[in-house]
């Protein structure tokens, strides 16, 4: 069974920045698309960014498109996602989670993925 840590969240000032990490428990990861998604408090899980199994693509919602980075380290079965630019309405629960389709592409949506971290929260401050 695959499990995903999330770890980097925190309280930041808008305007800020933030990189969060997602390590995986195992090695075959690295050939799984990731995705970050977000939930804030009475709104439903949000798509939030995508990655290819090697990391030669990059999906990204229109709400942080331009201020987000999604990458990843294979060697340490990790993907990072950096935050810049941070707003007040960026403030949720994050969420990584891991596609089992080898070799697949960057997804949006929440059904495709079958692994799912505990989630890391995240405070934007006015």
């Known amino acids: 069974q695959v499990q995903l840590v999330e770890s980097g969240g925190g309280l930041v000032q808008a305007g800020g920045s933030l990189r969060l990490s997602c390590a995986a428990s195992q090695r075959t990861v690295s050939d799984y698309p990731m995705g970050w998604f977000r939930q804030a408090p009475g709104k439903e899980r949000e798509f939030v960014a995508a990655i290819n199994w090697n990391g030669t693509s990059t999906y990204y919602s229109d709400s942080v498109k331009g201020r987000f980075t999604i990458f990843r380290d294979s060697a340490k079965n990790t993907v990072y996602l950096q935050m810049n630019s941070l707003r007040p309405e960026d403030t949720a629960v994050y969420y990584c989670?891991?596609?089992?389709?080898?070799?697949?592409?960057?997804?949006?949506?929440?059904?495709?993925?079958?692994?799912w971290g505990r989630g890391t929260q995240v405070t934007v401050s006015s």
């Open positions: 989670a891991a596609d089992r389709l080898r070799y697949g592409g960057a997804e949006s949506r929440a059904e495709a993925y079958d692994y």
